[in-house]
């Protein structure tokens, strides 16, 4: 099945720095990459997604970028506020299943 | 709020039991997958369902089993409860599987405490 990984595992940024979250996956069929914000004792939620006939997406302060060739992934965020801190996965999803990452726990710090 | 519903919220059982967790998909959607999340861990997935059959399977262990009924709500069963079941078990549902223009959205979870 498909595998992902995510990197780094944790991030701490100052507040108005940017963050950038890596994810590679292992089955070239998956076509759609979720990334999920996860807040302490919440349910993940859904906050940007690429397809993969799409190579970047910007949705005002976070953007995706994917390379299908290299099969990774990115999540940028600029401007990053203390809202931001919590934790994020990356997931690939084929027409079968979603893989997660292992999550990046970003720290903003004011 | 998700439109996703799962009960129990909280569960507080003894080892070598049984208990069944319940999700209710959004409205229109047919597919349901459950994940497992330990402490301070990622989303392990076990399970995915569409429109009531079995569409992929990860790392679920044999004493745990699942199901997605005619109306399309799931029930993740779990058996023989050890002490490293404890977790938060999240559904999520979509329209379909995804690849497509199918979002997934996950419920509020269940956290399931084994004592």
């Known amino acids: 099945g498909e595998n992902v990984e995510q990197h780094p595992s944790t991030l701490s940024v100052q507040e108005g720095d940017s963050a950038v979250i890596k994810c590679t996956y292992s089955?070239?069929?998956?076509?759609?990459f979720p990334w999920y914000k996860q807040e302490l004792g919440k349910r993940p939620q859904l906050i940007i997604d690429i397809r993969s006939n799409v190579g970047e997406k910007k949705d005002q302060r976070i953007a995706v970028t994917l390379n299908k060739t290299a099969k990774h992934f990115s999540l940028h965020i600029t401007e990053t506020q203390p809202e931001d801190s919590a934790v994020y996965f990356c997931a690939a999803s084929n027409n079968n299943d979603m893989r997660f990452g292992a999550g990046t726990r970003l720290t903003v710090k004011p | 709020d998700s439109g996703v519903t799962q009960t129990p919220k909280h569960l507080i059982t003894a080892t070598g039991q049984r208990v069944t967790l319940r999700c209710s998909p959004r409205s229109g959607d047919l597919s349901v997958y459950w994940y497992q999340q330990s402490l301070d861990q990622g989303l392990q997935f076990l399970i995915q369902y569409y429109n009531g059959e079995e569409r992929a399977k990860g790392n679920i262990l044999e004493r745990f089993s699942a199901q997605q009924f005619p109306d399309l709500h799931s029930e993740l069963n779990l058996s023989s409860l050890e002490l490293g079941d404890s977790a938060l078990y999240f559904c999520a549902s979509s329209v379909a599987p995804t690849g497509g223009r199918t979002e997934a959205f996950f419920g509020q979870g269940t956290r399931l405490t084994v004592v």
């Open positions: 089955d070239s069929a998956s076509n759609y």
